[in-house]
C-alpha cells in the first residue's frame, strides 16, 4: 500500500524558511507527479499551491512564486516543497498529494499534513 509521510512544518518568523518534505513508500516506481495544497485557519478548502510533474517544471500559485520551490528527489521517492520569505499569511496545514503506481495502477494519494505557522 502506497504511503505518504510528510516532515518538517513548524514555527517560524515571518521572513524565515523551511522545507517540507513528502516521502512516498509502497509504490512500485518513483511519484509521477506531486502537488501541495494547503488549507488555511478557517477555511473548508485546501488551496492548491504548486505541483510537478516527473521530468516536468514546477508550476505555483501567484502568492508563492519567487518564495516556493518544490522539487523532487526520484531516487528517494521524496518530493520537497521549499519556503523562503515566508509571510503570516503562508500560516496553514500543508499537504502533499502524489500520483503514484501500486500493482500498476496509478491513484492519488494525501499526505497526512504537517502544520506551518508563521508569526509576524
Known amino acids: 500500500q502506497v504511503q505518504l509521510a510528510e516532515s518538517g512544518g513548524g514555527l517560524v518568523q515571518a521572513g524565515g524558511s523551511l522545507r517540507l518534505s513528502c516521502a512516498v513508500s509502497?509504490?512500485?516506481?518513483?511519484?509521477?507527479?506531486m502537488a501541495w495544497y494547503r488549507q488555511a485557519p478557517g477555511k473548508q478548502r485546501r488551496e492548491l499551491v504548486g505541483?510537478?510533474?516527473?521530468?516536468?517544471?514546477?508550476n505555483y500559485i501567484d502568492s508563492v512564486k519567487g518564495r516556493f520551490t518544490i522539487s523532487g528527489d526520484n531516487a528517494k521517492n521524496t518530493g520537497y516543497l521549499q519556503m523562503n520569505s515566508l509571510k503570516p499569511e503562508d500560516t496553514a496545514v500543508y499537504y502533499c498529494?502524489?500520483?503514484?503506481?501500486?500493482?500498476?495502477?496509478?491513484?492519488?494519494?494525501w499526505g497526512q499534513g504537517t502544520q506551518v505557522t508563521v508569526t509576524s
Open positions: 509502497g509504490s512500485s516506481s518513483s511519484f509521477k507527479s
Open positions: 498529494y502524489a500520483v503514484a503506481d501500486y500493482d500498476g495502477i496509478f491513484r492519488g494519494y
Open positions: 505541483n510537478i510533474v516527473s521530468g516536468g517544471s514546477p
